[in-house]
């Protein structure tokens, strides 16, 4: 093989496995990215049905029950215009109240219930999650939040 040719398939080879690593990292970054939706975008069916998404707003006050396994519970997310229900199955954080902020992920099922795999609460009196903050400040004032 000429010195031309033998350069040319190097350079060749190198764009190939450039491309290839490129596919593979943005393949890896777009399983990995989970988008966050309110109470309100949900109801609207803005948030895929069978995907993981977050959903972030306030723990509505008498919506939490324990079903009889020990370790699942469910409760309802609100953003105090629009509530869906949720279901986690494993131990709540410490900080995990009823009328806290909480964000949860996981998956929107055909039912309509919002099967959680992680939830997240609050970590001191005066946070809440930018997202979550700002979905109940549209609500509260009757917009639905946009994409």
Not at 8 to 19: F, R
Not at 28 to 33: K, V
Not at 81 to 93: E, N, S, T
């Amino acid at each position: 093989m000429k010195p031309r040719n033998r350069r040319l398939a190097l350079v060749v080879a190198g764009v190939a496995a450039l491309g290839i690593t490129a596919a593979l990292v943005l393949n890896a970054f777009q399983s990995n990215l989970v988008f966050f939706f309110s109470p309100s975008q949900v109801a609207a069916n803005e948030a895929p049905v069978n995907k993981t998404f977050r959903i972030g707003g306030m723990v509505e006050s008498g919506s939490l029950k324990r079903l009889p396994d020990g370790v699942t519970v469910q409760f309802v997310v609100t953003d105090t215009a629009k509530h869906i229900p949720v279901q986690y199955k494993g131990i709540l954080p410490d900080l995990f109240r009823e009328g806290k902020g909480v964000i949860a992920q996981g998956r929107l099922e055909s039912d309509g219930m919002f099967r959680a795999q992680e939830v997240l609460a609050k970590h001191d009196e005066n946070y809440m999650p930018p997202e979550a903050a700002d979905a109940i400040a549209k609500a509260q004032k009757g917009e639905l939040p946009k994409k």
